[in-house]
Nanobody
Framework: QVQLVESGGGLVQAGASLSLSCAAS????????MGWIRQAPGKEREFVAA????????YYADSVKGRATISRDNAKKTVYLQMNSLKPEDTAVYYC?????????????????WGQGTQVTVSS
C-alpha cells in the first residue's frame, strides 16, 4: 500500500496563496496519476486537479482554473498544489489521492489511496 501525507494547509485571507504538498511512501507513485480533491462542510467531495504519471498532463476543475497549479516531483515522490487568489469558497479539507492508473482521473472512484487531508480556511 501507499501512504499519502498532505501538508501546507492553514488559515489565510482572501486573495492569499497557499502551497500544499503530498508526500507518498510505501508503495508505487511514479507509475500513477495523482489528484487533489476537496470537501467543504456539508458538501460532497469535489475534484480539484489531477496530473498524469509523468507530470506532462494536468486537468483542473472549472472552479480553480487559472488559480491552481498541480505539479509533481517523482524523484521526491511528492505532488503539489499551488493555489493563488484564494476565495472563501475554497475553504475545505484538501485530500491528495493516488489514481488507479497512469491517466488523470476526475471522479472519486478513479482513486485507490487517499491521504488524511489538510484543512484550508480562507477568510473574507
Amino acid at each position: 500500500q501507499v501512504q499519502l501525507v498532505e501538508s501546507g494547509g492553514g488559515l489565510v485571507q482572501a486573495g492569499a496563496s497557499l502551497s500544499l504538498s503530498c508526500a507518498a511512501s510505501g508503495g508505487s507513485f511514479t507509475t500513477h496519476a495523482m489528484g487533489w480533491i476537496r470537501q467543504a462542510p456539508g458538501k460532497e467531495r469535489e475534484f480539484v486537479a489531477a496530473i498524469n504519471w509523468s507530470g506532462g498532463i494536468t486537468y483542473y476543475a472549472d472552479s480553480v482554473k487559472g488559480r491552481a497549479t498541480i505539479s509533481r516531483d517523482n524523484a521526491k515522490k511528492t505532488v503539489y498544489l499551488q493555489m493563488n487568489s484564494l476565495k472563501p469558497e475554497d475553504t475545505a479539507v484538501y485530500y491528495c489521492a493516488r489514481a488507479r492508473g497512469t491517466r488523470e482521473q476526475i471522479t472519486m472512484d478513479g482513486y485507490d489511496y487517499w491521504g488524511q487531508g489538510t484543512q484550508v480556511t480562507v477568510s473574507s
